[in-house]
């Protein structure tokens, strides 16, 4: 066969554009939902099975009431103050906190 004698083949390539694969975002707001509605079921049926007393003593440990009163982080004697010569805002507090204790 010489190269005049074969027969002329025509490739058509098809090229999809956009509707092949969406991604999984979906996937996540439904593992999202389903673990939301796992922990309510939960919630609820655990308040189902737990008698008064138990409710009160569950109430009083999330109460605020048992935060502390302090205002600093650090909640000990000097309260988050520094004892050096600090110079700017905390200066004149640390000032005072180690008069006051002397």
Not at 1 to 13: E, G, T, Y
Not at 18 to 38: I, L, R, S
């Amino acid at each position: 066969m010489a190269s005049s004698d074969r027969p002329i083949l025509i490739k058509k390539v098809k090229k999809v554009q956009g509707h092949g694969h969406h991604g999984g975002a979906w996937k996540v707001a439904y593992a999202d939902f389903v673990t939301a509605m796992m922990a309510f079921f939960l919630l609820m049926w655990l308040i189902n099975t737990t008698d008064p007393e138990q409710k009160r003593g569950i109430a009083e440990y999330f109460a605020p009431s048992s935060v502390s009163s302090s205002t600093s982080g650090s909640g000990g004697l000097l309260g988050g103050t520094s004892l050096g010569d600090a110079e700017g805002a905390k200066g004149a507090g640390s000032n005072s906190v180690i008069e006051q204790m002397a």
